[in-house]
């Protein structure tokens, strides 16, 4: 079966702007997480959502934002792009709590 | 705050060799701990993982260890082969939070480097 897909792969964009990363998670699974992996700072935990429902949030600014859709697929929306917000944003999707989690390829961010 | 950690960036073996990847974590809460492998251009992969009323737990050609006592994790790989460059994460959950993806405190990472 199709594992986790996220788009698109890389993307550029400019300070200020704002961007949309969409993942689509393997067919039934209905918990959605997001995380940022930067060579500094690792993998930290953004948000996770299970039935259109944020269930747990990480220590982020509120220009981090996201949703689920009925289908479970997610979208996660960057505001007010910084610097620092170049990164690779992983998603990762579980049947629920207690679930082996997939992750997808992941979407490459620059900002310039 | 509390965080999980990896005592080595890079580790280098040789091919045949076992591994051992160790990570040391601070939560005393963390229950659940899983390991990952991320290979480069990918997104990370489930290895194995351990609850904490658990010491010891195989898997295939791996081997996870937990020692609450010091609050210390590692993972054992077998007969290290090529395929088995990549970057090892340790995380960890809080307790009762379930197992699945959501809140996992990641370590910074060991580059696992196979010699021929």
């Known amino acids: 079966k199709a594992g986790v897909t996220q788009t698109p792969r890389y993307l550029i964009k400019t300070r200020g702007q704002q961007v949309t990363l969409s993942c689509s998670p393997i067919?039934?699974?209905?918990?959605v997480s997001w995380y940022q992996q930067t060579p500094g700072q690792g993998l930290q935990f953004l948000f996770e959502?299970?039935?259109?429902?944020?269930?747990n949030k990480g220590n982020f600014p509120g220009r981090f934002s996201g949703r689920q859709f009925s289908n479970s697929r997610s979208e996660m929306n960057v505001s007010t792009l910084e610097l620092g917000d170049s990164a690779l944003y992983l998603c990762?999707?579980?049947?629920?709590?207690?679930?082996?989690?997939?992750f997808g390829q992941g979407t490459r961010l620059t900002v310039v | 705050g509390e965080s999980v950690g990896l005592h080595l960036p890079t580790l280098s073996v040789q091919e045949g060799d076992n591994s051992i990847i160790n990570c040391a974590y601070s939560?005393?809460?963390?229950?659940?701990f899983i390991w990952y492998k991320q290979e480069s251009g990918k997104g990370p992969q489930f290895i194995i993982d351990?609850?904490?009323?658990?010491d010891k737990r195989q898997g295939q050609r791996v081997t996870v260890l937990l020692n609450k006592t010091v609050k210390h994790l590692s993972l054992q790989i077998a007969a290290t082969q090529p395929g088995d460059s990549a970057v090892y994460f340790c995380?960890?959950?809080?307790?009762?939070?379930?197992?699945?993806?959501?809140?996992?405190?990641f370590g910074k990472g060991t580059h696992l480097i196979i010699q021929p």
């Open positions: 067919s039934g699974h209905r918990s």
């Open positions: 990762a999707s579980s049947l629920g709590a207690g679930e082996e989690a997939f």
């Open positions: 351990i609850r904490s009323n658990m």
């Open positions: 995380a960890e959950k809080q307790a009762n939070s379930g197992g699945g993806a959501d809140g996992l405190t």
């Open positions: 959502y299970f039935s259109e429902t944020q269930r």
């Open positions: 939560n005393s809460a963390s229950d659940y």
